[in-house]
C-alpha cells in the first residue's frame, strides 16, 4: 500500500514563491527501474481537479500545465522517497488544494482517472 503524505502548503503574496513535499510512505525506496509516474494536481474551490505537472520516478521526462510552465518545478529525491513542487512567481489563480498523486506505467498522464494513490492535499492560498 502506498501512502502519500504533502506538507509545505500556506499563504503568501503575490510574485512569491512556496515549495511542496510529498513523502511516499508504507514501502522502502523505490527503485528507479520500476516504471512509475508522480504528480501533482490541484483543485480550486468550485472547480475540477486539474494536472499540475508530472514526472517519471526514474527522473526523466516532466511535463506542466501550460498554466505554470515556467514558474513551476517538479522535482524529486530518491534517496528520501519524496517528491517536491518548486512554485515561483505565484498568482492569485494558483490558489487551491494542491494533491500529490502516484501511477504506475510510464505515461505521463495529465488524466485524474489514470493515478492510483493520491494524498490529503495541502492548502496554498496566494493573495493579491
Known amino acids: 500500500q502506498v501512502q502519500l503524505v504533502e506538507s509545505g502548503g500556506g499563504s503568501v503574496q503575490a510574485g512569491g514563491s512556496l515549495g511542496l513535499s510529498c513523502a511516499v510512505s508504507?514501502?522502502?525506496?523505490?527503485?528507479?527501474?520500476?516504471?512509475?509516474?508522480m504528480g501533482w494536481f490541484r483543485q480550486a474551490p468550485g472547480k475540477e481537479r486539474e494536472f499540475v505537472a508530472g514526472m517519471h520516478w526514474s527522473g526523466g521526462s516532466t511535463n506542466y500545465a501550460d498554466s505554470v510552465k515556467g514558474r513551476f518545478t517538479i522535482s524529486r529525491d530518491n534517496a528520501k522517497n519524496t517528491l517536491y513542487l518548486q512554485m515561483n512567481s505565484l498568482k492569485a489563480e494558483d490558489t487551491a488544494v494542491y494533491y500529490c498523486?502516484?501511477?504506475?506505467?510510464?505515461?505521463?498522464?495529465?488524466?485524474?482517472?489514470?493515478?492510483?494513490?493520491w494524498g490529503q492535499g495541502t492548502q496554498v492560498t496566494v493573495s493579491s
Open positions: 508504507g514501502r522502502t525506496s523505490i527503485p528507479t527501474s520500476i516504471p512509475i509516474v
Open positions: 498523486a502516484w501511477k504506475s506505467g510510464y505515461s505521463l498522464s495529465t488524466q485524474r482517472r489514470d493515478y492510483n494513490y
